[in-house]
Structures are given as structure tokens and as C-alpha cells.
């Protein structure tokens, strides 16, 4: 997408998003003023830059991103946002010459040390990606793939994981009887819930989502959104969307990333409602993408 | 620029049409063209067509006379092959088998490592090692056969009669090797573009889970490139089993079936060394010619299944990256 049609979308959105922030402020029984404690943060991000080559992808991100709670990356395309997320669990390595400066740390400890063991970073920071991708396998061997990797071999273990994991994703009742069906066969956001089946079937501490509803129609895109709704109280979800209704329907903070810089993070309802930088608010209002 | 323009606009005045319509002998010309460039051209597609037609016909015609007087029956399930004994003996399984035998054994080296080369090069290596590699790799098919049945009879086959005591060096497995090195480009070529044509999405889904490179590679990305690895391995069998010089030099040409069958260094003979090699003393139109013949129906019928089948799993391996 364009930064000009991603203008465009937040445009068209904008009738609506006064109304969803003050539904969710009401929801949330919070029109009082004083911040309230926040827990302890699960992602720390210190300074943290990531280089490709010599140029940044992002550069110097301060921000907490805390437990059990929805975090909206928001911004322009070719802003950072997913380079940012995807350095969360170090997805970024697979593409040569990459760089990082900083301290980005997860539950503690810094991604980016060269002791860090990669296999459980990843599993305890699972993603789901823009386009859904499930290996062209069964329902079954798909979720059952994470598990397989940790060393379960245990037949009932496994179908109780893949059970409980698309129950989680809301997709048992719909396959329940096609375990072995190749994944190929279920359409696009069948596929998406079977991923984050997948990615929640290691069990994770974090799930990671890169814009998981763009290639969704609005069904698929309303019943993933639900879904995030549900999953934040076992989760912490970092989720990176063009689509500004959808980060001020599902997320409790909101970062807004412009030119690899993060130019403001706070409360969804205080970005969306009264945001305090200049940029944000054009960005939000739709004057600028 | 400007200039050009404007005595451009100066010649022909303003409201003035070129003419749209073509005139009748314009037509005419336009029309005996294009249809006989057309006629030339489908012609010149149809050379190869014809060709190949042409040979199976040809070879077809002249493997008929056999039938006259030998049964079919016998040439496929006798195993004497004495074309020059009175009465002569026409069994040929001895020889088809030793053709099957040689693909076989030389397949058994060439897949693995195939497979792995090319995973290695699709996935491990960088760019710029690959860029030089895999050209080199593919030069390996260049090499004009006959050299590398030198390199059998010269080198090898002194070699693995000094190192494993082999009463002789030109055999079976001496055969296999080179016949294994001639298939790894094609192979490798080919299992390496499916493996690369997958893209990232499968990749980093497996990654993101917490799989290694090594898991990666042979539980997502293997299994998915299977039509491509498939039609790989099946365009090596082509090559192994229609090679004819290599075999020729280095299986030693005894029409034996290895006993036991697991004894790779006995000799063997193949089908193509066969009729390559007794086609030129063999009186035309006597039973051993069209015995020869009768062969050539053979490996043309084995091959062209083959380049079905490869054709077949060639296909399905762009249909599903072509969905991916």
C-alpha cells in the first residue's frame, strides 16, 4: 500500500474513529485522568536501531511494550514498523548485512546478545505474518509442527495441543472433522486462524502480527479481530496494521513509527483522541501518510 | 526540437489525413506475407516434430521383422544373449537389467547428494558463492561423454581394482560413479530451482516456530518442493539410462546379471552399449539387426515414459509455487 492510499483508507475511516475511542473509553469505565500503575514490561526497546547495510530501518526506539495487553505499531508504509517487529523476534537476521545498536529486551534479557538461544526466543515469541502461510500440510501436522520441533512425540499430547490451540484460534468447531485435510483447502482467514493456531501451539509468551488482516476480506478481518480481543487475556500481541480503525478498535497502546523514528507512544484513546505531537495527530486525522 | 516540429506541421497542412484504408494491392501484399511467414515458420517448428516422428517410425519399422521370426515373449524373458551362436539366442534380460542396474546404482549416489547440493545452494550459501557454483555445476554436462569415459577406464578403474581388490576395474560400479557425476547437473539444476522458487513465506513461517535451519530445510522446505525434486531425479534417470559411451567404456560389456545381485563389481552390460556396439558388424536385415532394433524400441519407450512422467511432476511443481 501506498502511503497516498493509506491516506486515503485512514480518511474513509475517520468518520468512525471518535465514536469507537469513546465506545472503548466507556467500556473501560475511563474518563479519569490519572495514569494508572503499569505492570512490569515484557518487550524493553532502548535505544534500539536496526541497519540494513548503512541504511536504518528504524532508528533509536525507546518504548515498553507491557504483559497481557494489545500494542498497536500504526505509521506510513516504509516507516519501520514491521522492521521493528520483526526485530522483536529476530526475524530480521535471515536478510543479509543486518546490523542492530541498542538494547532490545525481551522478559530481560537482550534478543540481540550473541548468547541468546534463538529456537526459544521464537517460541516464546511467536508471529503471524502479513499473508497467511500455512506449510502445504494437514490442519493437523501444521499446529502440530511447533510442538514436534520442542520434542513431543506423544500422540494424545499432540492432538490435545493442536485441540486446544484451535480452540484458541477459533477454528476447531470448523475443522474439527478435517484434521487431515491439506490446510490448502480452507480459505484465506481460515488460513490466518490456522497460523496463529500454529504460532500459539509453542505455547508463547508474545505473538507477534504483521498486519494479519490485509489480505482478508471484512468477515475474516472482524472474526481475527474478536479473536486478538480474546487472546490478550493469556497474551501479549504486538500488532502492526495499516488500517487505523482496527488499532483503535483492538489495541490498548499505540505507537505511531514515521521515517524509522517512533514519533509518539501512549494510550490508544490519548493517540486517537489527543495526541501531543503534530505528526500524530495528521496522521491520525488523515491529513498526512 | 521545437524546430523539427515545426517543419513537420509546415509540410502537411492542418486537417489532412494520411490515408486510413489500405489500398487493394496493399492488401494483397499484406496478406501473401504474413500468411507465408506463417507457413514458413510453423514448417520450421514442425522439423523437430517430424524428426522425432520419423524415428519411431523408423526404429518401429525396422524392429518388426523380429517378430517374424522370434517370439517377443523370449527376447523379454531369456536371459542368453549369443546373437552369433547357431541356433542364435536373443534373450535380453541380462542386458535390459544391467541398463536398470547401473540407473539404479548411480541414482543411489547421484539423489542424495543431489538433493543436498542443492539445498545447500538454494538456502546455506550466499548469493554471490551461488552465482559461481551453480554455472560450474552445470558446466559438469558439458563435458563431451567420451571424456569422461577416459577418465573411467584410465583412472578409476585402476583405482578400484588396486583399492578394493576388484578382479577387474571396468564394472558396475565403476560405470555408476560417472554415470552419477553426469546426472548430479541436472539434478542439482533442477531440484535447486524448485527449492529456490518456494520464496520466503514458508521459510520464515518455519523459523518463526522455532525451527532450525536443518529442520527447516528437510521438514518444510523438502516437502514442498517434492513435484520439483521428483521431476529432477527422474530427468537424471533419463540421462543415466540413455548414456551410451560412458557404459560403454566402463561396465565392462559382460551381458550378466550381477550374482548375487548386490555384487556391484561384476561387469555388466547395458542396452545402449549394446546396440552402440553391435550395430556396426551386424548384417542389415538379419535377425541380430532387428534384435538391436527391437532394443532401441525398448529404450525409446523407457524414456519417453520417463520425460512424461518428469513432465507431469515439472508441471505440478510450477502449479504449486505458482499458488504459493
Redesign the interface.
Known amino acids: 500500500m501506498t502511503p497516498y492510499s493509506a491516506t486515503q483508507q485512514g480518511a474513509e475511516q475517520l468518520t468512525s474513529l471518535p465514536r469507537i475511542i469513546a465506545r472503548r473509553q466507556e467500556q473501560a469505565g475511563a474518563h479519569d485522568k490519572t495514569p494508572r500503575p503499569r505492570p512490569q514490561a515484557i518487550v524493553n526497546s532502548e535505544g534500539f536501531s536496526l541497519y540494513y547495510g548503512d541504511k536504518a530501518g528504524v532508528k533509536d526506539i525507546t518504548m515498553d511494550i507491557y504483559p497481557r495487553s494489545v500494542t498497536a505499531i500504526i505509521g506510513p508504509s516504509g516507516c519501520g514498523k514491521s522492521t521493528f517487529l520483526r526485530s522483536i523476534n529476530r526475524m530480521n537476521d535471515l536478510i543479509p548485512h543486518v546490523r542492530a545498536e541498542g538494547r532490545l529486551a525481551v522478559n530481560g534479557q537482550d534478543v540481540y546478545d550473541k548468547r541468546v538461544n534463538l529456537v526459544n526466543l521464537r517460541q516464546e515469541v511467536g508471529m503471524v505474518f502479513q499473508k497467511p502461510n500455512p506449510f502445504p500440510k494437514s490442519i493437523f501436522d501444521n499446529v502440530a509442527y511447533g510442538p514436534k520441533l520442542q520434542g513431543v512425540k506423544n500422540k494424545s499430547e499432540l492432538q490435545q495441543i493442536v485441540e486446544e490451540s484451535l480452540k484458541a484460534a477459533v477454528l476447531w468447531e470448523e475443522v474439527r472433522d478435517d484434521l487431515k485435510k491439506s490446510a490448502l483447502a480452507f480459505s484465506g482467514g481460515q488460513q490466518q486462524r490456522l497460523c496463529i493456531a500454529r504460532a500459539l501451539a509453542t505455547k508463547p509468551q508474545i505473538l507477534l502480527m504483521d498486519e494479519p488482516c490485509s489480505a482478508l476480506d471484512p468477515v475474516a478481518t472482524g472474526r481475527i479481530e474478536d479473536l486478538i480481543g480474546q487472546l490478550k487475556a493469556k497474551y501479549t500481541i504486538v500488532i502492526v496494521t495499516h488500517n487505523m480503525q482496527q488499532a483503535a478498535r483492538v489495541s490498548d497502546m499505540a505507537a505511531f513509527f514515521c521515517l524509522g523514528e517512533l514519533i509518539e507512544y501512549d494510550t490508544t484513546s490519548k493517540i486517537f483522541s489527543n495526541p501531543s505531537k503534530k505528526a500524530t495527530e495528521d496522521y491520525v486525522t488523515g491529513r498526512f501518510g | 526540437m521545437d524546430k523539427g516540429n515545426s517543419t513537420l506541421t509546415l509540410k502537411r497542412t492542418a486537417g489532412t489525413f494520411r490515408p486510413l484504408a489500405l489500398t487493394p494491392s496493399e492488401d494483397l501484399k499484406g496478406y501473401i506475407l504474413a500468411h507465408l511467414g506463417r507457413a514458413v515458420l510453423f514448417l520450421i517448428a514442425c522439423t523437430s516434430v517430424i524428426a522425432i516422428f520419423l524415428i519411431f517410425l523408423f526404429v518401429i519399422r525396422e524392429s518388426v521383422g523380429f517378430l517374424q521370426t522370434e517370439s517377443l515373449w523370449g527376447y523379454l524373458s531369456k536371459t542368453g544373449w549369443y546373437p552369433q551362436a547357431e541356433p542364435a539366442k536373443f534373450g535380453s534380460v541380462a542386458i535390459i537389467a544391467g541398463s536398470l542396474y547401473v540407473t539404479a546404482a548411480s541414482l543411489a549416489f547421484a539423489v542424495p547428494i543431489g538433493i543436498l547440493a542443492a539445498a545447500f545452494l538454494s538456502d546455506i550459501v550466499?548469493?554471490r558463492i551461488r552465482a559461481v557454483v551453480k554455472p560450474v555445476i552445470e558446466l559438469l554436462a558439458a563435458i563431451p561423454s567420451v571424456a569422461y569415459g577416459f577418465f573411467a577406464v584410465l583412472i578409476l578403474a585402476p583405482f578400484l581394482q588396486k583399492k578394493f581388490g576388484f578382479p577387474t576395474g571396468t564394472n558396475a560400479l565403476n560405470a555408476s560413479i560417472i554415470l552419477a557425476v553426469m546426472a548430479l547437473p541436472t539434478i542439482i539444476s533442477v531440484a535447486e530451482d524448485s527449492i529456490s522458487a518456494l520464496g520466503?513465506?514458508?521459510?520464515?513461517?518455519?523459523?518463526?516456530?522455532?525451527?532450525?535451519r536443518m529442520?527447516t530445510m528437510f521438514?518444510?522446505v523438502i516437502?514442498?518442493a517434492h513435484s520439483g525434486i521428483i521431476a529432477a531425479v527422474v530427468l537424471g534417470m533419463m540421462r543415466a539410462i540413455g548414456e551410451t559411451m560412458v557404459v560403454w567404456m566402463a561396465s565392462g560389456n559382460a551381458a550378466q546379471i550381477p550374482h548375487p545381485w548386490w555384487d556391484i563389481s561384476q561387469s555388466v552390460r547395458t542396452m545402449t552399449a549394446t546396440i552402440a556396439g553391435e550395430m556396426g558388424e551386424t548384417p542389415k536385415d538379419t535377425s541380430h539387426y532387428y534384435a538391436l532394433f527391437m532394443m532401441g524400441v525398448l529404450l525409446l519407450v523407457l524414456t519417453f515414459s520417463l520425460n512424461i512422467v518428469s513432465e507431469y511432476f515439472l508441471s505440478r511443481a510450477k502449479k504449486?509455487t505458482g499458488?504459493?
Do not use: C, D, H, I
Open positions: 550466499s548469493f520466503r513465506e514458508l521459510r520464515e513461517a518455519s523459523y518463526s516456530l522455532g525451527a532450525t529442520e521438514k518444510v516437502p514442498a504449486a499458488r504459493a
